[in-house]
């Protein structure tokens, strides 16, 4: 197999993973952001939360039309860019990827009903009721995507034989070792992002025209959900990096530079390598490793050397974990200090640094979604199958594989400007203020006709 065809099909699979994601983690996070604001509006009767829910649930419409797509194209890619991955594990993850599906279609059955049903029902409770069924949807199918990529990690529920998986437990390999830890890091992740990206447009618009009532209140209920899941996702990492430490030790010591099995290891901040892997220029946490790996600042940790040459993760993954770490912090450090501000009265928390941080923020936050996923992917390599299937014995052979790169990319260049040409419109040219006045004009106008019919 020529290492062209390869390094392509690493190409794109790794380009429309990048674009997925994001659309992928909007269409994990925003219901919940939705369900929370219309919840908070109906109970305080507060017109300002209902519109949230409205412009949100309008734009989460698009993530989800595009993420329909590339999910689609994701499938694709995998019966024709990695053939023998299929031909061998299909009859494992096929559960996963049919429930994946139903996940969807339970979603998008709801979304539906309650994209068209607003103001339709006398209790509105009753219209919330139909966001629980969309956050489900949305969450379950995560979930179950998410088991594959546990699988692939730490594979199991099989016997192999002859070269093949057979008597297959789907249930058990969607149940791995490595489940529990992804999933809870990839549900803390999407509802992070989701809530950085709302506080970050806020931010944006306060910035841009001035403090509204709107804005204000959207600002301050996604940076309580910012701090929660930042506490949250922070919780995620340390049982991502216990699991690693227990069961992808390679993975671990290369995300952390970290060559010869000791205890009481440092933890190794950026830096780079010479020629002789010698570490310059990093900084030095010293014990932190063995906490972050075992709970113990004495704990051994296993080094990279330990480990075969050829089956050694690429070190760059060292970037990728340090940059995603990173961002997490910075979410923690930014909410709080929103909301010290908020509690001292001497201080705006609308001032403009802050505001330009969390308009920062929004980008940042699918900035480490993407480093966080490359850095679980480039980490489990050369494995695509940990300890069955090598990534170049999983790729296709045929030089095609070129010519479909660049069909992909035309595709998401044209779905990604497309996005945000019609998101654009949709706001851009429909402020959240003269909304606000229409909506209040029409629910007066509503009242007295109401009273004069009386």
């Known amino acids: 197999m020529g290492i062209d065809t390869v390094l392509w099909s690493k190409l794109v699979t790794g380009m429309t993973l990048g674009f997925h994601a994001i659309f992928a983690t909007l269409g994990v996070g925003i219901p919940l952001m939705i369900s929370l604001a219309e919840f908070i509006g109906i109970r305080k009767k507060d017109l300002h939360y209902i519109l949230m829910a409205k412009r ?38 096929a559960l996963p990827l049919f429930m994946e599906v139903f996940a969807f279609f339970f979603e998008a059955i709801f979304l539906g009903i309650y994209l068209y049903t607003w103001e339709r029902f006398k209790n509105p409770m009753m219209h919330w009721l139909l966001t629980i069924p969309v956050v489900v949807g949305a969450g379950m199918s995560a979930v179950f995507i998410t088991t594959v990529n546990g699988f692939m990690n730490q594979p199991g529920g099989f016997t192999f034989e002859g070269g093949q998986f057979t008597a297959v437990d789907p249930v058990q390999a969607m149940l791995s070792t490595a489940t529990f830890s992804k999933v809870f890091h990839v549900l803390s992740s999407a509802y992070l992002t989701g809530a950085a990206l709302l506080a970050g447009v806020a931010a944006f ?3 841009r025209k001035g403090v509204s009532v709107y804005h204000k ?12 899941f930042s506490l949250v996702n922070t919780l995620a990492g340390d049982v991502s990096a216990k699991f690693l430490a227990e ?29 002789e892997h010698e570490i310059i220029g990093a900084l030095h946490l010293p014990k932190f490793l063995s906490f972050l790996a075992f709970g113990d600042f004495n704990a ?8 075969p040459i050829d089956e050694q993760p690429s070190l760059v993954v060292h970037y990728f974990f340090d940059l995603m770490a990173t961002i997490g912090f910075l979410f923690l450090g930014i909410s709080f200090l929103y909301f010290l501000f908020v509690f001292w009265k001497k201080r705006n928390e609308l001032n403009k640094w802050i505001l330009r941080m969390i308009a920062l923020g929004a980008p940042l936050a699918f900035l480490g979604v993407e480093l966080g996923w490359f850095y679980a992917e480039l980490g489990r390599q050369p494995w695509i199958i940990r300890g069955y299937m090598r990534v170049e014995e999983a ?6 594989v070129r010519i479909l790169f660049f069909f992909f990319l ?3 260049i044209v779905l990604g400007t497309v996005s945000v040409l019609v998101l654009r419109r949709m706001f851009y040219n429909n402020p959240a203020e003269v909304e606000m006045e229409t909506w209040t004009q029409r629910a007066s106008d509503k009242s007295t006709l109401k009273g004069e019919h009386t």
């Not at 671990?252 to 390598?273: K, M, P």
């Not at 790729?395 to 095609?400: D, H, R, V």
């Open 410 to 412: 035309l595709l998401y």
């Open 247 to 275: 069961h992808q030790p390679e993975k671990l010591a290369a995300a952390e530079w970290h060559f010869e099995t000791e205890s009481g290891a440092d933890l190794i901040f950026l830096g780079w390598l010479n020629a």
């Open 395 to 400: 790729a296709t052979t045929s030089p095609s």
């Open 56 to 93: 949100w649930s309008r734009g989460f419409v698009i993530s989800v039309a595009v993420g329909v797509v590339t999910g689609t194209a994701i499938s694709l890619q995998l019966s024709l860019v990695w053939p023998n991955f299929m031909k061998l594990a299909g009859n494992v993850i």
């Open 217 to 228: 209140k959207a600002l301050k209920l996604m940076m309580a959900v910012v701090l929660l």
């Open 300 to 307: 051994e940790v296993t080094g990279l050397n330990e480990f």
């Open 205 to 207: 618009a306060i910035l």
